[in-house]
C-alpha cells in the first residue's frame, strides 16, 4: 500500500513537471535579448532590434512593437522636406504677390508696378538693376482675362503660378515685338471659345498668374507710351484703363518666408488652385502634416514641429544643390561658371517631372521664360551664375576679389554683374543708394577700362585704391553671388569662343 502511494506522487510529479515545460496557451514567451543592428543590416525579419536616425526601432515576430511614432515622424518630416523642395516656386511667386499689393497698392485688374529705384528692385528675387520692369499680378478664378501689347523693344511674359510660361511677350513673343492681342483663359475654361477673338490664345494650369515686361528702351517716351496703349480686361468686359504706379521708392521683401508662414502661404494657395496631376502625390503626402484642400491652416503642436524642422531641411538641401549642383556642369571647362536654367520651359519631360533642377532656379531667382530659358543669337538673355573663386572656394564678405571681363562682350545690347546676397537671393544691401552699389553694366560711364579694352570689377570687403567705380562692397558674413547678364548674346557666346575667367583673390 506504501508503494503504491509513492508511485502515483511520483507519477504527479513527472505530469506537473511536464505541463510546466509545455507553454501555456495566451502566455507571451520570455523575449530573448536581442543585439542591436544596424537599418542597412536589418533583415526585417522576426525580432530584431534596429538603430535607424530617427531611434530604435522593435521587431518581434514580423511586427514593429517599438518605435511607430518615431516611424511616423520621420515619414512627415521627410515628406514635409520634400513638399518644401515641391513647393518651392509657387510660394516663392505667390509671397511676391501678397507682397507687392501691400506696399504698392496694387490691387485692381489694371494696376502695374513699375519698378525702377534700388529699393524697389532690391525686394524682388535676383532682380536685374539696369531695366525697368512693369509688373501684374491677377487672378482667372474671376474670368479669363485679353492684354493689349503695344509695339516697342520691350520683353516680357505671362507665367502661371509655377512660374512656367504661359506665353512670352514682345520681341522673344509671337508679336515679335511688334504687338497684339492676347487672351489667357483660366485653367477650367473651355479654350476653344475664344479662338479668333485674339491674336494669340493661351490657357494657364493655374488660376494665379503673372503679366511682366522688361523695357528695353528705358525712355520716358517709351514708358509713356506704353502706359497709354497697354490694355486689360476680363474677356466678357471692356478694357479698363491702366494704372502705373510709379516712384513708390519702399523697402519691402519678396524672398519666401521661412517657418510656418511658409506652410500658411502654401495651404492658401492649395486653396485657391486645381490640383494639377503631376502634384496630387505630393497633396497627400502634406495631408497629414495639415495642408489640405478645403481645411483651415491650424497645425497642431506635432505637425508644427515637423513643419518647422521638415522646411528648414527642404531649404538646406536646397542651398547644397545651389552650391553644389549634381544635375548640371559649369559652361566654360575650367571655371565654375553656371548657365541657369537647366530644365525644360514646361519643367516636365515624357519621363519625369524637373523636380530639383527648376526649385533651385527658383530658391535662387523669380520667373521664367522661352527667351530665358532658350536664348538663340541676337534674342533673349543669358543668366551666368558663380559662387566660387579660382581656387574653388565659396565666396566670402570678408575678402575682396576681381573679374577680368574681356573686351567685345558678345552682346546686342548690353551686359550687366550684379551682386546678390546668399541669404535673401535679392539685390546686396551693403548700405548703398545707388543702382551701382549692387550691379556695374556695360552702359555705365564711370567704368574704367584697361588698355586693352577688358575691364576689372571687383567685389568684397575694401576696394583696391583709385578702382572705387569699378567696385561693389560686401558687408558682414552676409556671403554672396553675382549673375553675369547677357543681353541679346551672340554667336561667340554660344560656340564658346568667348569666355570668362573665374574671380580671383586680391590683398
Given at each position: 500500500?506504501?508503494?503504491?502511494?509513492?508511485?502515483?506522487?511520483?507519477?504527479?510529479?513527472?505530469?506537473?513537471?511536464?505541463?510546466?515545460?509545455?507553454?501555456?496557451?495566451?502566455?507571451?514567451?520570455?523575449?530573448?535579448?536581442?543585439?542591436?543592428?544596424?537599418?542597412?543590416?536589418?533583415?526585417?525579419?522576426?525580432?530584431?532590434?534596429?538603430?535607424?536616425?530617427?531611434?530604435?526601432?522593435?521587431?518581434?515576430?514580423?511586427?514593429?512593437?517599438?518605435?511607430?511614432?518615431?516611424?511616423?515622424?520621420a515619414l512627415d518630416f521627410q515628406r514635409a522636406s520634400q513638399a518644401y523642395i515641391w513647393a518651392t516656386p509657387m510660394v516663392s511667386?505667390?509671397?511676391?504677390?501678397?507682397?507687392?499689393?501691400?506696399?504698392?497698392?496694387?490691387?485692381?485688374?489694371?494696376?502695374?508696378?513699375?519698378?525702377?529705384?534700388?529699393?524697389?528692385?532690391?525686394?524682388?528675387?535676383?532682380?536685374?538693376?539696369?531695366?525697368?520692369?512693369?509688373?501684374?499680378?491677377?487672378?482667372?478664378?474671376?474670368?479669363?482675362?485679353?492684354?493689349?501689347?503695344?509695339?516697342?523693344?520691350?520683353?516680357?511674359?505671362?507665367?502661371?503660378?509655377?512660374?512656367?510660361?504661359?506665353?512670352?511677350?514682345?520681341?522673344?513673343?509671337?508679336?515679335?515685338?511688334?504687338?497684339?492681342?492676347?487672351?489667357?483663359?483660366?485653367?477650367?475654361?473651355?479654350?476653344?471659345?475664344?479662338?479668333?477673338?485674339?491674336?494669340?490664345?493661351?490657357?494657364?494650369?493655374?488660376?494665379?498668374?503673372?503679366?511682366?515686361?522688361?523695357?528695353?528702351?528705358?525712355?520716358?517716351?517709351?514708358?509713356?507710351?506704353?502706359?497709354?496703349?497697354?490694355?486689360?480686361?476680363?474677356?466678357?468686359?471692356?478694357?479698363?484703363?491702366?494704372?502705373?504706379?510709379?516712384?513708390?521708392?519702399?523697402?519691402?521683401?519678396?524672398?519666401?518666408?521661412?517657418?510656418?508662414?511658409?506652410?500658411?502661404?502654401?495651404?492658401?494657395?492649395?486653396?485657391?488652385?486645381?490640383?494639377?496631376?503631376?502634384?496630387?502625390?505630393?497633396?497627400?503626402?502634406?495631408?497629414?502634416?495639415?495642408?489640405?484642400?478645403?481645411?483651415?491652416?491650424?497645425?497642431?503642436?506635432?505637425?508644427?514641429?515637423?513643419?518647422?524642422?521638415?522646411?528648414?531641411?527642404?531649404?538646406?538641401?536646397?542651398?547644397?544643390?545651389?552650391?553644389?549642383?549634381?544635375?548640371?556642369?559649369?559652361?566654360?571647362?575650367?571655371?565654375?561658371?553656371?548657365?541657369?536654367?537647366?530644365?525644360?520651359?514646361?519643367?516636365?519631360?515624357?519621363?519625369?517631372?524637373?523636380?530639383?533642377?527648376?526649385?533651385?532656379?527658383?530658391?535662387?531667382?523669380?520667373?521664367?521664360?522661352?527667351?530665358?530659358?532658350?536664348?538663340?543669337?541676337?534674342?533673349?538673355?543669358?543668366?551666368?551664375?558663380?559662387?566660387?573663386?579660382?581656387?574653388?572656394?565659396?565666396?566670402?564678405?570678408?575678402?575682396?576679389?576681381?573679374?577680368?571681363?574681356?573686351?567685345?562682350?558678345?552682346?546686342?545690347?548690353?551686359?550687366?554683374?550684379?551682386?546678390?546676397?546668399?541669404?535673401?537671393?535679392?539685390?546686396?544691401?551693403?548700405?548703398?543708394?545707388?543702382?551701382?552699389?549692387?550691379?556695374?553694366?556695360?552702359?555705365?560711364?564711370?567704368?574704367?577700362?584697361?588698355?586693352?579694352?577688358?575691364?576689372?570689377?571687383?567685389?568684397?570687403?575694401?576696394?583696391?585704391?583709385?578702382?572705387?567705380?569699378?567696385?561693389?562692397?560686401?558687408?558682414?558674413?552676409?556671403?554672396?553671388?553675382?549673375?553675369?547678364?547677357?543681353?541679346?548674346?551672340?554667336?561667340?557666346?554660344?560656340?564658346?569662343?568667348?569666355?570668362?575667367?573665374?574671380?580671383?583673390?586680391?590683398?
Amino acid at each position: 500500500m506504501k508503494f503504491k502511494t509513492n508511485f502515483t506522487l511520483i507519477l504527479i510529479s513527472l505530469l506537473f513537471i511536464n505541463c510546466k515545460k509545455e507553454k501555456e496557451p495566451n502566455t507571451p514567451e520570455e523575449k530573448l535579448p536581442t543585439s542591436e543592428i544596424s537599418l542597412e543590416n536589418a533583415t526585417l525579419i522576426g525580432d530584431e532590434d534596429i538603430t535607424t536616425p530617427y531611434g530604435k526601432i522593435v521587431m518581434e515576430h514580423n511586427y514593429i512593437t517599438e518605435g511607430s511614432d518615431e516611424l511616423f515622424d520621420a515619414l512627415d518630416f521627410q515628406r514635409a522636406s520634400q513638399a518644401y523642395i515641391w513647393a518651392t516656386p509657387m510660394v516663392s511667386f505667390k509671397q511676391w504677390q501678397v507682397e507687392q499689393a501691400k506696399t504698392f497698392n496694387a490691387t485692381k485688374l489694371g494696376d502695374f508696378v513699375v519698378y525702377k529705384s534700388l529699393k524697389e528692385k532690391r525686394g524682388i528675387v535676383t532682380a536685374n538693376l539696369t531695366t525697368p520692369y512693369v509688373i501684374n499680378f491677377l487672378s482667372l478664378a474671376e474670368g479669363s482675362i485679353k492684354v493689349k501689347v503695344p509695339q516697342g523693344p520691350m520683353a516680357g511674359m505671362f507665367l502661371d503660378l509655377w512660374q512656367r510660361p504661359v506665353s512670352d511677350i514682345g520681341q522673344t513673343g509671337p508679336d515679335q515685338g511688334k504687338g497684339g492681342t492676347y487672351i489667357i483663359a483660366g485653367p477650367e475654361d473651355d479654350l476653344s471659345k475664344y479662338q479668333g477673338q485674339a491674336d494669340y490664345v493661351f490657357q494657364s494650369e493655374t488660376n494665379n498668374i503673372f503679366i511682366g515686361v522688361r523695357l528695353l528702351d528705358p525712355s520716358p517716351e517709351f514708358e509713356s507710351k506704353i502706359e497709354k496703349e497697354m490694355q486689360v480686361a476680363r474677356v466678357d468686359g471692356g478694357y479698363e484703363s491702366i494704372r502705373f504706379i510709379k516712384g513708390v521708392d519702399k523697402e519691402w521683401s519678396g524672398t519666401a518666408p521661412r517657418g510656418l508662414e511658409f506652410w500658411k502661404l502654401l495651404s492658401e494657395l492649395y486653396q485657391e488652385e486645381p490640383t494639377r496631376n503631376q502634384d496630387k502625390a505630393l497633396a497627400a503626402m502634406l495631408e497629414p502634416l495639415g495642408v489640405a484642400k478645403g481645411t483651415p491652416f491650424v497645425p497642431n503642436e506635432r505637425q508644427k514641429r515637423i513643419l518647422l524642422e521638415g522646411g528648414a531641411m527642404g531649404e538646406l538641401m536646397l542651398k547644397n544643390m545651389q552650391m553644389n549642383p549634381r544635375f548640371a556642369e559649369p559652361y566654360w571647362e575650367g571655371t565654375s561658371w553656371y548657365k541657369s536654367f537647366d530644365f525644360t520651359v514646361p519643367q516636365i519631360t515624357k519621363d519625369k517631372v524637373e523636380l530639383d533642377e527648376r526649385a533651385v532656379w527658383f530658391y535662387e531667382a523669380v520667373t521664367s521664360s522661352e527667351g530665358m530659358v532658350n536664348p538663340t543669337p541676337g534674342k533673349g538673355q543669358v543668366y551666368m551664375t558663380v559662387k566660387r573663386d579660382s581656387d574653388k572656394n565659396l565666396f566670402r564678405a570678408d575678402k575682396t576679389y576681381k573679374l577680368t571681363i574681356p573686351k567685345d562682350v558678345p552682346v546686342a545690347q548690353f551686359w550687366s554683374l550684379s551682386l546678390y546676397s546668399e541669404n535673401t537671393r535679392r539685390n546686396y544691401d551693403n548700405g548703398g543708394t545707388e543702382i551701382a552699389s549692387a550691379s556695374l553694366d556695360s552702359k555705365m560711364e564711370q567704368l574704367q577700362y584697361n588698355q586693352d579694352g577688358s575691364v576689372d570689377l571687383y567685389i568684397g570687403a575694401k576696394a583696391p585704391e583709385g578702382m572705387e567705380s569699378n567696385f561693389m562692397k560686401t558687408v558682414g558674413q552676409d556671403g554672396w553671388f553675382v549673375y553675369f547678364r547677357l543681353y541679346a548674346p551672340t554667336q561667340p557666346f554660344f560656340d564658346k569662343s568667348f569666355s570668362l575667367p573665374d574671380f580671383v583673390i586680391v590683398n
